[in-house]
């Protein structure tokens, strides 16, 4: 299995101020940019959850990393205008374009004094993830060309079972997911907190995927596609079997069997206003009350 072993640093933190000095706070904390999945959902009824697709910051220390480039990013981007210079890593699961649409939007990479360094695997295609992430930013589908982005950019090819190793002792785990054309999930461990991020996968019918069983292992928060609900899933009208997408009942029962200690359902299908959502979050609570469901905005700190 190839190692990437890489530092990383936010240039705006010196060193004085390094993860190890008494005096700064040691932080592993979980931000919800976007939580949609499919397309963006703006509207009276998804102003609670939120209507952007996905995007999820997590903060380690100094350090910053980000999953995924739906049009939460965008919004991200904005926020990051107030903290540059601005250096973290991006790690894509795919690239359907509810993961990808907001990348072409995301100001600071326009901006020559940042850096980021971007993740992907490559597609069954051979392509990698440089080459479509440029793709959706060319004529005739988008004005402005990738190498119009100013600020250092560098890509990495994975292979779903990598491991990453980068500086202050982070390491990350890469499995693949039951998912059409193949997604990636995410595990991140630091100072002894893990955090799993598992968007667009779907169980088998007769059993768990032991990728995300393996990812979800005793960890601390699990992000799960939760993008239906069981009776959703198993509709003898319209059946959501082998669309890539599991349910927030089958992220209980994978919690509960992985020892997981919190979980944040995620994903959410279009079609579910902010009224579903609560209705969602009250069962949530009952079969598993650690569960939360995903909102933007929402801040997640592993203690």
């Not at 890593?89 to 850096?115: E, L, M, Y």
């Not at 597609?123 to 600020?151: C, W």
């Not at 990350?172 to 968007?199: D, F, K, Q």
Request: hydrophobic residues 40%.
């Amino acid at each position: 299995m190839p190692v990437y072993d890489r530092p990383v640093k936010n240039p705006q933190v010196s060193d004085n101020n390094a993860m190890n000095d008494n005096s700064a706070p040691v932080e592993f904390s979980v931000q919800f940019w976007g939580v949609r999945g499919n397309i963006a959902t703006p509207g009276h009824k998804t102003v609670r959850y939120g209507g952007n697709t996905s995007c999820v910051e997590m903060r380690l220390g100094n350090q910053r990393f980000i999953f995924d480039g739906g049009t939460g990013l965008r919004v991200l981007g904005l926020d990051l205008l107030k903290q540059m210079p601005v250096e973290a890593s991006v790690f894509f699961s795919h690239t359907h374009w509810d993961h990808i649409q907001g990348f072409p939007f995301f100001v600071p990479a326009f901006i020559p004094i940042n850096r980021f360094h971007i993740y992907g695997a490559i597609a069954p295609d051979g392509s990698t993830i440089k080459e479509r992430l440029s793709d959706q930013m060319v004529h005739p589908n988008f004005p402005v060309p990738m190498h119009v982005m100013q600020s250092d950019l560098k890509f990495y090819d994975l292979i779903p079972g990598d491991v990453i190793t980068l500086s202050d002792g982070i390491k990350i785990e890469t499995a693949p997911l039951n998912h059409p054309n193949m997604a990636v999930g995410y595990r991140v461990t630091w100072e002894g907190r893990t955090a799993v991020y598992c968007s667009d996968t779907e169980h088998f019918l007769d059993r768990f995927d032991n990728n995300v069983l393996h990812l979800a292992r005793d960890a601390d928060l699990l992000i799960y596609d939760a993008t239906y609900t069981n009776e959703e899933y198993h509709d003898h009208k319209c059946p959501k079997i082998g669309w890539g997408h599991s349910t927030w009942q089958v992220g209980v029962e994978i919690a509960k069997k992985a020892g997981v200690k919190q979980i944040a359902m995620y994903q959410h299908d279009p079609s579910h206003d902010d009224d579903f959502l609560d209705r969602v979050q009250l069962e949530l609570k009952a079969a598993f009350p650690h569960g939360v469901v995903a909102r933007e905005g929402m801040v997640i700190t592993l203690d």
